[in-house]
């Protein structure tokens, strides 16, 4: 049997072309190359507040897509310190729900905001600070439109995420020896929600 899983963003329009293959790759390093992973459309939250509602991640995830084995939401973290300390209650409360099923749900914020990863894994000028990047909460409208312009790719749809994302994610090392916070925090949880039905693949 496939090993399912679903990635759960704020919005899926531009995000999917980044979280789909960040989290193929992750679930790659974690033991489970073949995992078969999509990304969530329906619903669309259209936002954190909504995709941070347990009840909406309950009926209308969950409860709609029974044949997933793993739920990872991600969404930004936007500068917001307690936003960690919320994902955890909600990763904790629908856990549990899935107690003796073998199904797991992770839920983790992009620091600071998820187009951080497409920056991660490319060369980036001299001048940038990569604790400026970090730390900016706006970053997709400061750094990686910035970037774009660079790359020619500001004309591309969602100014070419999907092709900044694949050059990125050759760089996986740099992605995560420049993202631990959120990248190594959704690998070291992923690598045991993997596991989680023995005998998949």
Request: proline letters at 4%.
């Amino acid at each position: 049997m496939s090993y399912k899983v679903l990635v759960i963003p704020e919005d899926f329009t531009k995000d999917e072309h980044i979280l789909k293959p960040l989290a193929e790759r992750i679930l790659q390093e974690s033991g489970k190359p073949n995992a078969k992973v999509a990304v969530c459309r329906d619903p669309n939250f259209g936002g954190i507040g909504e995709a941070l509602k347990t009840e909406r991640l309950r009926q209308e995830v969950i409860a709609r897509y029974p044949m997933v084995d793993l739920f990872i939401l991600v969404v930004d973290r936007d500068g917001v310190a307690g936003r960690e300390t919320a994902l955890g209650q909600i990763e904790a409360t629908l856990q549990g729900e899935f107690a003796g099923s073998g199904r797991r749900f992770v839920a983790g914020a992009a620091w600071q905001e998820v187009e951080v990863f497409i920056l991660a894994g490319h060369d980036l000028p001299s001048d940038w600070s990569w604790q400026e990047i970090r730390a900016d909460p706006d970053v997709k409208n400061t750094y990686f439109q910035r970037l774009a312009a660079t790359k020619n790719t500001s004309q591309l749809p969602h100014q070419g995420r999907k092709k900044l994302m694949a050059q990125a994610i050759q760089n996986w090392g740099r992605i995560k020896s420049r993202c631990p916070e959120d990248i190594g925090s959704l690998l070291s949880r992923l690598a045991t929600a993997a596991q989680a039905r023995h005998g998949s693949s």
